[in-house]
């Protein structure tokens, strides 16, 4: 597939993903199919463990949907657009690698909503947040409503959502939407290096304690717990597994294998 809005690099087993759709890399049917199509590339690549998400410039992360596409859409478009969206975000949500999202700018709407899909998320502090859309005559509609809520609890999430206002990155810091805050110079190369970390860790172990955390929170306790058992048993006989705990009792350096 010719990517027309994403750009990816891969340096030390980590894609950087870059969204470049301007003005505001707003996103659009396209952009939704790409970023499906290129995630789903990248979850085959051996040579990747981890990704980062990014925008590009320093003023946009994502400043949300394209209002242009959608402005004259009528309900079955939308429905259609709806989908597609949500193949989008739980594409990287599900992704068997972590997913790092660099938060250049704003981060509004679709752009709030990509964040959340994201595992981890370091902001500039030049970033903003803000699900606008009750003040433009509608609701969220790419997962934010309910993935919000497992990051900030429902009265913080209903905050959020009613008012349609945007928050600074200190304050998304406190509500723990963010993992951190640096300058915007800092924010790539911050991003990078835990990204670079996570490639460093067992690659099966990563996976499925990836997995474990995804699935789990959607399931009641007991459930969640079986799940992670099972997890557990099954990379406990991984190569990966043997060698790790090897080279902690001989104090050196593990070297995985992805298996």
Same mark, same amino acid.
């Given at each position: ?11 030390? !087993? ?12 707003? %996103?659009? #049917? ?5 970023? #499906? ?7 085959? *690549? ?76 370091? /902001?500039?502090? &030049? ?22 809520? &497992? ?7 209903? @905050? ?8 600074? /990155? ?16 800092? %924010?790539?190369?911050? #991003? !990078? ?7 460093? &860790? ?25 799940? @992670? ?14 060698? /790790? ?5 001989? *104090? ?8």
């Amino acid at each position: 597939m010719d990517y027309q809005y994403l750009l990816s690099d891969i340096e030390n !087993k980590v894609a950087v993903v870059t969204i470049s759709n301007a003005p505001g890399n707003k %996103l659009n #049917t396209q952009v939704y199919q790409e970023i #499906t199509q290129l995630m789903g590339e990248l979850e085959e *690549n051996h040579n990747v463990h981890v990704i980062v998400l990014t925008g590009a410039g320093d003023e946009a992360f994502v400043a949300g949907a394209d209002i242009n596409e959608i402005l004259e859409m009528d309900t079955v478009g939308m429905m259609d657009l709806t989908k597609i969206t949500r193949i989008a975000f739980s594409k990287i949500e599900n992704l068997n690698k972590p997913v790092i999202a660099a938060i250049n700018g704003v981060a509004f709407g679709g752009g709030f909503e990509l964040a959340l899909s994201c595992d981890l998320r370091i /902001a500039s502090e &030049k970033a903003q947040f803000s699900f606008p859309e009750i003040n433009l005559g509608v609701i969220p509609g790419g997962g934010g409503t309910q993935r919000i809520q &497992k990051v900030v609890g429902q009265g913080v999430a209903n @905050e959020l959502l009613y008012f349609g206002e945007a928050i600074a /990155a200190d304050r998304a810091y406190q509500l723990q939407i963010v993992n951190k805050v640096v300058a915007p110079q800092e %924010l790539l190369s911050t #991003t !990078k290096a835990w990204a670079e970390k996570l490639a460093q &860790k067992a690659p099966v172990a990563l996976r499925l304690l990836k997995s474990a955390v995804r699935t789990g929170s959607n399931m009641d306790p007991e459930s969640a717990l079986t799940v @992670e058992g099972a997890f557990f048993d099954g990379v406990f006989a991984t190569e990966d597994r043997k060698e /790790a705990m090897t080279a902690f009792v001989e *104090n050196r350096k593990a070297h995985f294998v992805g298996r």
